[in-house]
């Protein structure tokens, strides 16, 4: 596989890394370390393997049951070839399935690469080919734009499905049978490299962003451990997919370092998500803002739904507005925790406490963090400027094979720079503004606007496109399409619908532009740029 880039020829040079720290006794982690023992093992050898680790609808299995599993799979895959440090793509919704492949590719050192279920074969191709995979274990509901992806992508060879297979898949299962029931973790450094999660930036681009065995630990020690005080009689409930941070410390990483239980469901509708609540006597949920609205929708909401398991909910994502979280505390009567977290970072790093929350404004640094804000040139902003966010922890952005946007994104002394715009109050409360660029956030996801341009720029009848944020009561923002046609092309519905079933089939469904409008020209700059402020704040106009 002379093609596929080594773990360190795609790690950021040492001197463009994030200066880490730990300064929480718990994060004092040893050299050696393994996310799977301390999450698994801890956990089915330390008194709890009775314990329900996973409940996903009527199925439960406890940590001594998934630990089994999880030890054949770790053989399995050794089996087929897969060993310590090799990248596997993994393809699946919510099911226990991903937690347990994801726990034996750590337990045996490979290197997971998780992918949203939504991607489309482009993306995917992107994102396996950026990362080195070379295999991928798929859902079998899933497999069709995997596999049209692997064409384009020639050291992605082993397909492993999981879920409904064919006679001639290599099946999950499969490579379980007959394996043994013990399997010692590799004996992983804690800053080697257990996972690289992919996200889009401003200019479409993929990114893949590095995690250490230790930066999945501390996201628990640190936020989870001092903003959510779990006990192994939580159980964690929400919607945001495994594949994504937030998912992967909310259901998987958080619940399991302190021997709780996660409550897996399938997708989000304002009712079923409810319903999992009430049925399965979810404690500690997460969930976007949009979703949180979503439910406040659903009529007679806090009757028709027995909450009253519930002890906290987690925001991220997006913003959360004053309005959403004074609507919800005042029917359940259940504070949300706002929070600010990215990819680059693995999760949460800013965020409200519970008990002293102030609605509309994020929070305060997670314990272990320091964060400041700044002007460009990294000057501390009084009390009361915007300015830029600027973070120091136990996580750090490690960018895979992006040497630019790793320097622009560690900057000022090791500090971490997302783009986000806050303002901090006298008391040290740090409350959102804005975003630098033009990634436009809608119910929760982020979604890189030239990137939707670009699609919308391969149709036949689209001269030139621009695409921006526009207000939305529901979803916060959404994504509007200002589009420009070629001669002999006439602006009509049909085509609108046109444009967005061809984003639909080219990118993830919820990028797609759900407004389109058609111009004659696009507002440009005297140098040529297209002036989206202009844009912006023609989309925000009634009307």
């Given at each position: 596989?002379?093609?596929?880039v ?6 950021p ?10 300064t929480?006794?718990?994060l004092q ?11 698994l ?13 996973i ?7 406890t940590?001594a049951?998934l ?18 440090g090799?990248r ?5 919704p919510?099911?226990?399935?991903f ?6 590719c ?10 949203m279920p939504m991607l ?18 798929v859902?079998g ?10 064409s384009q992508v020639p050291?992605?060879?082993k397909?492993?499905?999981a ?6 898949d290599?099946?999950?299962?499969s ?8 399997f010692?973790a590799?004996?992983?450094a804690r800053?080697e ?6 996200t889009?930036g401003s200019t479409?681009?993929?990114k893949g962003?590095v995690?250490y065995h230790?930066d999945?630990?501390?996201s ?10 779990p ?6 409930g ?5 594949a ?9 990483v958080?619940?399991?370092r302190?021997?709780?239980s ?6 989000f509708t304002?009712?079923s998500m ?14 976007a803002?949009?979703s949180?609205?979503?439910?406040l929708?659903v ?30 505390i005042?029917t359940?009567?259940i504070?949300l925790?706002?929070?600010?977290g ?6 949460i790093?800013v965020s ?5 929350v ?11 963090y ?5 002007d460009?040139?990294?000057?501390d ?10 973070i ?7 960018y ?6 790793q ?6 002394g090791?500090f971490?720079?997302?783009?986000d715009v806050?303002v901090?109050?006298?008391?040290g409360s740090?409350?959102y503004?804005c ?9 929760g996801?982020?979604?890189?606007g030239p990137?939707v341009e ?13 695409v ?17 046609l ?7 519905d049909a085509l ?18 759900r407004v389109?409008?058609?111009?004659e020209?696009?507002?440009r ?5 297209i ?13």
């Amino acid at each position: 596989m002379s093609d596929v880039v080594s773990i360190a020829d795609g790690l950021p040079a040492p001197g463009l890394r994030p200066e880490q720290v730990f300064t929480l006794p718990e994060l004092q982690y040893p050299a050696r370390l393994n996310v799977a023992r301390e999450l698994l093992d801890a956990n089915a050898d330390g008194g709890r393997a009775g314990r329900p680790a996973i409940v996903a609808g009527e199925r439960t299995i406890t940590y001594a049951e998934l630990q089994k599993q999880v030890n054949r799979l770790a053989h399995g895959l050794r089996a087929q070839g897969l060993d310590r440090g090799d990248r596997v793509l993994l393809r699946m919704p919510n099911v226990p399935e991903f937690i347990l492949t994801w726990l034996a590719c750590q337990k045996v050192g490979i290197v997971t690469v998780s992918t949203m279920p939504m991607l489309r074969a482009r993306e995917l191709a992107a994102i396996a080919g950026d990362a080195g995979t070379t295999a991928a274990v798929v859902w079998g509901g899933l497999r069709e734009e995997l596999e049209r992806a692997q064409s384009q992508v020639p050291h992605l060879t082993k397909l492993i499905v999981a879920g409904e297979a064919t006679g001639s898949d290599i099946a999950l299962g499969s490579l379980m049978d007959g394996q043994p029931e013990r399997f010692d973790a590799a004996d992983t450094a804690r800053d080697e490299v257990a996972m690289i999660a992919y996200t889009s930036g401003s200019t479409g681009v993929p990114k893949g962003c590095v995690h250490y065995h230790s930066d999945i630990l501390s996201s628990a020690d640190s936020y989870a451990r001092h903003l959510l005080r779990p006990t192994e009689a939580d159980r964690f409930g929400g919607h945001p997919t495994l594949a994504f941070t937030f998912g992967t410390g909310g259901l998987l990483v958080f619940p399991f370092r302190f021997g709780a239980s996660t409550v897996l469901s399938g997708p989000f509708t304002p009712e079923s998500m409810l319903e999992t609540f009430a049925r399965q006597r979810v404690t500690i949920c997460f969930c976007a803002p949009t979703s949180y609205r979503l439910m406040l929708r659903v009529p007679n909401m806090s009757q028709r739904f027995d909450l009253s398991s519930l002890r906290l909910g987690v925001s991220a994502a997006e913003p959360l507005p004053a309005a959403t979280y004074l609507e919800w505390i005042g029917t359940t009567g259940i504070e949300l925790l706002d929070g600010i977290g990215s990819t680059e970072m693995f999760h949460i790093f800013v965020s409200s406490v519970a008990g002293r929350v102030r609605p509309g404004a994020t929070g305060l640094p997670v314990p272990g963090y320091e964060c400041r804000v700044v002007d460009d040139d990294g000057r501390d902003m009084p009390a009361g400027q915007s300015g830029l966010i600027a973070i120091k922890g136990p996580t750090g952005c490690k960018y895979w094979r992006k040497p630019d946007r790793q320097a622009e994104y560690v900057r000022f002394g090791g500090f971490n720079v997302t783009g986000d715009v806050y303002v901090r109050d006298a008391d040290g409360s740090l409350t959102y503004q804005c975003r630098s660029d033009d990634m436009i956030v809608s119910g929760g996801y982020k979604i890189p606007g030239p990137e939707v341009e670009h699609v919308l720029d391969e149709h036949a009848a689209v001269a030139e496109s621009a695409v921006v944020a526009a207000p939305d009561a529901t979803r916060g923002f959404i994504v509007k399409a200002f589009v420009v046609l070629k001669p002999g092309r006439n602006p009509s519905d049909a085509l609108a619908t046109e444009l967005q079933e061809h984003c639909k089939r080219e990118l993830a469904p919820y990028k797609y532009p759900r407004v389109v409008e058609f111009a004659e020209r696009l507002p440009r700059t005297e140098t040529g740029k297209i002036r989206r402020f202009e844009l912006r704040s023609r989309s925000a106009r009634p009307g």
